[in-house]
């Protein structure tokens, strides 16, 4: 078992303890990503790039293999850190010391205005933007570092992990969702909440600075016929994405939002509806052959929708369900 890629790095973990590996397999399930064992080895599909895990001595040889070599370092990144979650540090051949993180692009806000009561729309600008078009991934985190002090990105460090600057220097992450993208700009629409920094950095007039864009990530265009979407407000802008995406007529959506308005484009779509409790509409609605159930909205009811479709019994990749916030 090799990794047949453009890009490759190896690696090693001198030591796993026993409870190591299951644990890191269990991410993997978690992650919905697909392990075939054979000989001993370990192979890890993720999203077109491969792991190999082999046992050597007390610990593990690491095979990555990507057609991108982003999307290798990402992973990397994601690897290390895994295994550093179970006390063991790998020994990469090669790591891209000192890089910015991995999909980082740093970009400027070119402009911030209302699209509708509950929603600001926003355009950053950069010559990375094309990297965030649709077939990529969906979503990205907006890396906002504290206001009033140099930005500190997070870089590659010596061990392939990224290091993200702490304290004072702490960078707000959150994620959202690419409304639209053009050859040097991307769009996208925050729902404006209580308490949240991010409307906080905008109130103050941020035009003309530099964010970081960290992606993309963070979910494909759900597969299947028909689509079934569920979301909030803060999955409006993935939902009307999906459905331009998918162009299906017969994909449908329920979304529960305080004021029409904010619904956008799909106020003029026939493929939504609103709903005023997601859960009740999720339980109710069939779910034919073929169909892909997806479901975005605060982590409590993103719990509960999981429990019902797995009760359901519908198998994990038959359903997509994330918690939006929390
Ligand atoms: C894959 C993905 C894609 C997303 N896409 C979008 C998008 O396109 N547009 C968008 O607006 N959001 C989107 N979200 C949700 C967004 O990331 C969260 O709402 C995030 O908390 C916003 O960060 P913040 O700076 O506003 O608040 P945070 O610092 O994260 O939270 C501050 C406080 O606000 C509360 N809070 C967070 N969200 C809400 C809310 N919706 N209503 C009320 N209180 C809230 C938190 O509980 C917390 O108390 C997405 C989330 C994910 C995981």
């Not at 992973?75 to 790998?90: V, Y």
């Not at 010596?158 to 220097?169: A, L, Q």
């Not at 990749?317 to 939006?324: G, K, R, S």
């Amino acid at each position: 078992m090799t990794a047949p890629m453009k890009f490759r790095t190896t690696g090693l973990a001198r030591k796993l303890k026993p409870s190591a590996l299951p644990a890191l397999l269990a991410h993997a399930e978690e992650w919905g990503v697909p392990v075939t064992q054979e000989d001993g080895r370990f192979r890890l599909d993720l999203w077109g790039a491969l792991a190999i895990l082999a046992p050597v001595g007390e610990g593990y040889g690491i095979e990555l293999g990507s057609p991108e070599e982003l999307f290798l370092r990402a992973l990397q990144d994601a690897i290390s850190e895994a295994f550093a979650e179970q006390g063991a540090e790998i020994s990469w051949t090669d790591v891209a010391e000192g890089a910015l993180a991995p999909g980082l692009a740093l970009m400027k806000l070119a402009s911030a205005g209302l699209r509708s009561p509950g929603f600001l729309r926003l355009r950053v600008e950069g010559p990375e933007a094309p990297r965030f078009a649709a077939e990529h991934g969906l979503h990205f985190r907006l890396l906002l570092p504290p206001q009033d002090r140099a930005p500190i990105w997070p870089r590659v460090g010596p061990t392939g992990r990224v290091i993200w600057p702490r304290g004072e220097d702490r960078i707000h992450a959150p994620a959202y969702t690419t409304a639209d993208q053009g050859a040097d700009w991307i769009e996208f629409e925050v729902f404006r909440h209580e308490g949240s920094p991010t409307c906080a950095w905008l109130d103050r007039d941020p035009l003309g600075r530099m964010v970081g864009i960290l992606g993309p990530n963070g979910g494909l265009r759900p597969e299947g016929a028909p689509l079934l979407l569920f979301g909030d407000e803060t999955a409006i802008p993935a939902v009307s994405r999906i459905l331009r995406l998918s162009a299906q007529p017969d994909a449908r959506a329920w979304i529960s939002c305080a004021d029409p308005e904010d619904l956008g484009d799909l106020r003029r779509d026939p493929r939504a509806t609103r709903a005023t409790d997601l859960l009740a509409a999720l339980e109710r609605v069939e779910t034919p052959q073929g169909s892909h159930v997806w479901f975005a909205a605060h982590a409590s009811l993103a719990r509960a929708a999981r429990a019902h479709l797995l009760g359901r019994g519908l198998a994990r990749t038959e359903f997509t369900v994330a918690a939006y916030w929390e």
